[in-house]
């Protein structure tokens, strides 16, 4: 099922996200591959590199709409996606 991931507006860090923001189409190929990772705790690290040791989660079948990027998230089954899925 699909969900809201990222609306198009100031986020909470005070960030603009827009359509035009990102070259989506790479973000979009990495879904689709399997390879666009997130960590649940996501902060400090200046350079937005996943670390892998921490990844909870895939991004899956992203879509980029006027007013926001639509995916699927799927917890994974590494050491941090398994205490996800215990909350």
């Keep these: 099922m699909k969900k809201k991931l990222l609306p198009f507006n100031v986020n909470k ?3 603009y996200y827009d359509k035009d923001s990102y070259d989506w189409s790479k973000i979009i190929e990495k879904s689709n591959n399997g390879s666009l990772l997130g ?4 902060g400090g690290n200046k350079t937005h590199d996943i670390q892998l040791f921490k990844v909870t989660h895939s991004i ?4 980029v709409y006027d007013a926001g990027v639509w995916g699927e ?3 994974l089954d590494t050491s941090m996606g ?3 899925k215990e909350l």
């Excluded at 960590?39 to 996501?42: L, T, V």
């Excluded at 899956?60 to 879509?63: G, N, Q, R, S, V």
């Design 73 to 75: 998230i799927e917890i």
């Design 13 to 15: 860090n005070g960030r």
């Design 39 to 42: 960590e649940i705790i996501h």
């Design 82 to 84: 398994k205490n996800i």
């Design 60 to 63: 899956k079948d992203i879509e």
